[in-house]
């Protein structure tokens, strides 16, 4: 069964920096992507980056465009997002998902199209 496990957040200050990792397993094919998603209190979860398999290609949302980078360990076995000059406005849980299958077209910016969703992990910044 597949499984995605995040972890790396934390409390941090305006400025500084963490990196998310997730750790990938049980999977028996390669998803069309996978992302990173966050929800802020009494907001609604939204994509963060997206990473497509099968191009490599990346996408980020516009808000942590030249902030933030998704990428992958060789072994495909993490996914991690580096984050840098976090804001307050960062603050959040952060989950990653995968969804489809490779070749499978899907959009992965659709919270409702991830089919695979770890537990989350919380970040805070402070101003």
């Known amino acids: 069964q597949e499984q995605l496990a995040e972890s790396g957040g934390g409390s941090v200050q305006a400025g500084g920096s963490l990196t998310l990792s997730c750790a990938i397993s049980?999977?028996?094919?390669?998803?069309?992507?996978m992302g990173w998603f966050r929800q802020a209190p009494g907001k609604e979860r939204e994509r963060v980056a997206t990473l497509y398999t099968s191009t490599a290609d990346k996408i980020y949302a516009a808000s942590v465009k030249g902030r933030f980078t998704i990428s992958q360990d060789n072994s495909e076995s993490t996914l991690y997002l580096q984050m840098n000059n976090l804001e307050p406005e960062d603050t959040g849980s952060y989950y990653c998902a995968t969804g489809g299958r490779f070749g499978e077209r899907l959009n992965c910016a659709n919270v409702r199209e991830m089919d695979v969703w770890g537990k989350g992990t919380l970040v805070t910044v402070s101003s």
């Open positions: 049980g999977y028996t094919f390669t998803p069309t992507c």
